[in-house]
């Protein structure tokens, strides 16, 4: 799996966009980006995924950039729930079993 | 709720003792995945069953662990002996592998273990 990078946290306004950067420079053709996320207490949720192309769901967008070495989860209107850890993960999909090997994850606080 | 689900949700234990965990799936999902999460950290990949087939171990998990999944649906994870180092959230998940090119993993809310 590829090795990625986040901040170790961040801070954002409720009702303002929450962008989180990933560095995943290794990784390679056939990894997916998943991004995760778990609020405290809970099982990690999964947010959404991608492989070359920008993705958007209910919850997030995601952008890749053309190389595919980095990518920035966006929260369009954080709310103080989505306080959480947000992991960023590479893990190949297709025939793999699809392991995701979590990082440290970025901290996001939404604040009133 | 994700639908699926662990018991307990708690356990203490004294060093050296057994315990045994159980998980319940969401009841179409093949693919059952054990991780185990300590304080600070993000969690680990333990092991995962496709159906009943245990496929994949990682190193993490000592001779002193053991999974199952007897009928491909719930699944069990014993500790035997257990140790201090043992104390952590044990975490499962599954997802539906249906042909899709991927599969999202939907975890259950974890059983804190604490050995004493």
């Known amino acids: 799996d590829a090795k990625t990078t986040q901040p170790t946290s961040m801070d954002c306004a409720e009702g303002r966009a929450a962008n989180l950067p990933c560095n995943h420079s290794t990784i390679s053709g056939n990894e997916y980006v998943y991004w995760y996320r778990q609020i405290h207490s809970q099982g990690p949720q999964y947010i959404i995924h991608?492989?070359?192309n920008n993705e958007t769901n209910e919850m997030a967008s995601l952008i890749i950039t053309e190389d595919r070495k980095s990518s920035t989860l966006i929260l369009p209107h954080a709310t103080l729930r989505d306080t959480a850890v947000y992991y960023c993960?590479?893990?190949?999909?297709?025939?793999?079993?699809?392991?995701?090997?979590f990082g440290q994850g970025t901290i996001l606080t939404v604040h009133p | 709720d994700t639908g699926v689900s662990q018991d307990p949700r708690h356990k203490i234990t004294k060093r050296g003792q057994n315990v045994t965990f159980r998980c319940d799936p969401i009841s179409e999902h093949n693919r059952l995945y054990w991780y185990r999460q300590t304080l600070g950290q993000g969690p680990e990949f333990l092991t995962y069953f496709q159906n009943e087939a245990q496929l994949e171990k990682s190193r993490l998990l000592s001779d002193r662990f053991s999974a199952e999944r007897p009928k491909g649906s719930f699944s069990t994870l014993e500790i035997q002996r257990t140790e201090q180092g043992d104390s952590a959230m044990y975490l499962c998940a599954s997802s539906l592998n249906a042909g899709r090119a991927v599969y999202e993993q939907y975890f259950g809310p974890g059983t804190r273990l604490t050995v004493t």
């Open positions: 993960i590479g893990s190949a999909g297709g025939t793999s079993y699809g392991k995701l090997t």
């Open positions: 991608g492989l070359k």
